[in-house]
């Protein structure tokens, strides 16, 4: 993976990465991007948050590239991945997403979610998975922070080759 390579993040590596103080950090030297959904999630109970834990929604849109796969889209890659129609809505348009940029781009795809990564697994998208700590230290970021355990890249390796294996047998 490489700084000028697409890295789609999920609302959760967002929130996370904002929790940290790293968001603004990787989103001044990294190629990230997500979708609107995510976008719209991380929104969602801003209203019920402390201030220091809001997410500038503009910000968001003005340094990361956001993707709007539509309905029709959607719906075929549904169609064509299973179990695409049974992730939570921001995971559902960023699946979409990653299947078509397919073979278009090098592309790596980061959330912690167990369902989408075992479903990427599924796929043979296990070389695109990455983890927010991995994604960290290639923005070469100046602070060490300590991310949840599920951001980290030892839970991110385990829980692959735990899909791995299941997926092989």
């Known amino acids: 993976m490489n700084r000028d390579d697409l890295i789609l993040v999920d609302t959760n590596v967002i929130i996370e990465a904002h929790r940290v103080s790293i968001l603004n950090e990787m989103m001044g030297c ?3 991007a997500t ?6 999630e991380t929104q969602t109970g801003a209203q019920n948050r402390d201030p ?19 309905d029709e889209q959607i719906l075929l890659a549904s169609m064509q991945y299973s179990g695409i129609a ?3 809505d921001g995971e559902r348009h960023l699946l979409t997403q990653a299947s078509l940029l397919l073979g ?19 796929y043979g998208w296990r070389d695109h998975l990455v983890s927010l ?15 949840r ?13 735990e899909f791995v294996l299941n997926v092989r047998r």
């Open 52 to 70: 220091k834990f809001t997410i500038d929604e503009m910000l968001l849109r003005e340094k990361m590239k956001i993707y709007s796969p539509g």
């Open 86 to 88: 049974d992730v939570d």
């Open 133 to 147: 700590e991995q994604v960290y230290r290639l923005a070469n970021a100046s602070r060490k922070v300590t991310l």
């Open 30 to 32: 990294l190629n990230l």
């Open 104 to 122: 278009a781009e090098v592309w790596f795809l980061s959330s912690p979610d167990r369902h989408p990564m075992r479903l990427a697994i599924e």
């Open 149 to 161: 355990d599920n951001f980290t890249e030892t839970w991110h390796q385990r829980v692959c080759a």
């Open 35 to 40: 979708v609107d959904m995510c976008i719209i």
